[in-house]
């Protein structure tokens, strides 16, 4: 069974402060993405990778930041942040070959900015 | 331009109706894939079905059915006999170029 873990399901940060968004599968996919979940907006991607040190920006990448430094982690940065990023935040990952396989899904993050 | 529009917001039935959740798609590719994951009060979405453009037939996976028409760019879902544990919010899902474009969702909810 694939699975897929994020480091937290709920955090609360101060607004300006740096942070970390951890994901972590256990397949070996080497696709992995960071989406964003808000109520009415469905799914958005931030950003997504399909290899190690390597990052795509997504539809709404602004605010935010990546890492893929090993196959199998994909950490989310926020860099400063904002109240208008509160949010759920959830990880995912799939084999190669775009299009063709499904993506899993961690659990979510639910990240509140005060 | 790739787009997913769900229509329905929400769905109440009480169990034991069939239900049928909607999604219409734009894409001016040939070559594409459509996806429906469910999302239930845990958080995780779970994926449900795949279906790829050249592949029009209909599929049955027990409750679960999936109408697949590229005529009218349609792929709904319908559950048969729903159950209280179809409570989720269920999002359909288009894959054209490199990345998934999610429709903004439908929240079944299944009365006993």
């Known amino acids: 069974d694939v699975k897929v873990t994020q480091s937290s399901r709920y955090l609360v940060k101060r607004t300006g402060e740096k942070v970390f968004l951890e994901c972590v599968q256990d397949m070996d996919h080497e696709n992995m993405f960071w989406y964003r979940q808000d109520p009415g907006l469905g799914l958005r991607l931030i950003y997504f990778s399909y290899d190690v040190k390597m990052k795509e920006k997504g539809d709404i990448p602004e605010g935010y930041s990546v890492s893929r430094e090993k196959k199998e982690r994909f950490s989310l940065i926020l860099e400063s942040a904002s109240t208008n990023q509160t949010s759920m935040y959830l990880c995912?990952?799939?084999?190669?070959?775009?299009?063709?396989?499904?993506?899993?899904f961690g659990p979510g993050t639910r990240l509140t900015v005060t | 331009a790739q787009k997913v529009t769900q229509a329905q917001t929400e769905i109440s039935v009480v169990e034991k109706e069939d239900v049928t959740l909607d999604c219409v798609y734009e894409t001016r590719d040939t070559t594409y894939y459509l996806f429906w994951y469910k999302q239930p009060p845990s958080g995780e979405l779970v994926f449900l079905i795949r279906?790829?453009?050249?592949?029009?037939q209909n599929e049955i996976s027990g409750r679960y059915s999936w109408n697949f028409q590229k005529s009218t760019s349609s792929f709904n879902f319908t559950i048969t006999a729903s159950q209280v544990v179809d409570s989720a919010v269920y999002f359909c899902?288009?894959?054209?170029?490199?990345?998934?474009?999610f429709g903004t969702g439908t929240r079944l909810q299944v009365f006993p």
């Open positions: 899902a288009l894959d054209a170029t490199d990345k998934l474009i």
């Open positions: 995912a990952s799939s084999l190669p070959d775009r299009g063709s396989y499904e993506q899993y």
């Open positions: 279906r790829n453009s050249f592949d029009e």
